[in-house]
């Protein structure tokens, strides 16, 4: 049953997709086509990462995220949440893991919401790219408003969820 | 691609210095790694499936269409077109970027990249199991809101 459920929307997607195939097979062709081209992508992107994501769960001890990016970082925990997230590439939901392995491992709540609002939004592969797009001053126009809010973000989160909120997202994992 | 191979050659890299230091906590390790991937897989194949459907079904020109008008019903919708898709960012800025050489507005045109990078529904399925419904809703709905204001200021000052 729990199976199941986990590939609810997997299943409903497979469905749609041998419908479109079937009824409007233009579309049901694009539709597989992308999935199947994005997924390839994924593959090749994701092992690494949670290869990395394994050796630090096992390797890094506790003592050294909580240092870092722990309750205790203050300003340096924040610019190193954004410095190392902005390195990162490849979509948010990758970043989940790593977010998920630091919290684990000590670190703090905010800074855990700062490294993954820097990873979904100023990376820099992705801000090369916006740049070559968009132009210098749009780019740079939206990385200085991001840059705040994605910090405040983190803050504020921290403060709605509260103390408990932290360990209930901690023992998830 | 050049990132995809400096990745793997980290991971390779890594796994192997991890090999010859402690083979246990290596095995441990690969078994995290695979545990994780295994937990990731139903949900990403959903999210990944569902991005090919939606690029079938809602063609460019459809968001495109939505970036004729300027009032704030047409933002709004602009908003909440880039909060619910997900388009790897090789699309969105060029796709952006070709929605301002066809006349859209600036603050059009950033609303839809800021919601798009900062608001996920597609993936909020993932986020939860990672981290919980509290944390999920809050960051998303904080996200959008910050959003809509970056974006409106972007409008402001580059208009």
Known sequence: MKTVKKYALFMLVA???IFLRWHYPAKGVVAIKSSLDYLGEMLLFLPPVFVLVGLLDVWVPRQIVERNVGPESGARGVALSILVATAAAGPLYVGFPVAAALLKKGCRLANAVIFLGTWATIKIPMLMMEIKF????????????TLPAVIGTGYLLEMILGPKGAEAVEERR | MLFNLVLDLLAAGA????????RQKTKKAL?????????????MLGIIGLIGVMLALVPQEVIAGLFGSNSPFGMLLISLAGAVTLIPAFIAFPLAASFLQAGASITAVAIF????????????????????RKFTLWRNALGFALALVIGALMGVILQ
Request: net charge neutral; aromatic share 10%.
């Open chain 2, 31 to 43: 078994q995290a790694a695979g545990n994780s991937f295994l937990n990731m897989l139903p949900a």
């Open chain 2, 15 to 22: 796994l192997l210095y991890s090999f010859r230091r402690d």
């Open chain 1, 15 to 17: 469905a749609v997709d």
């Open chain 2, 113 to 132: 990249i800021t919601t798009l990078l900062m608001v996920g529904i597609v993936t909020a399925p993932l986020e939860v199991s990672f981290f919980g």
């Open chain 1, 134 to 145: 968009m132009g210098l001053p749009f780019s740079l126009l939206r990385l200085a408003l």
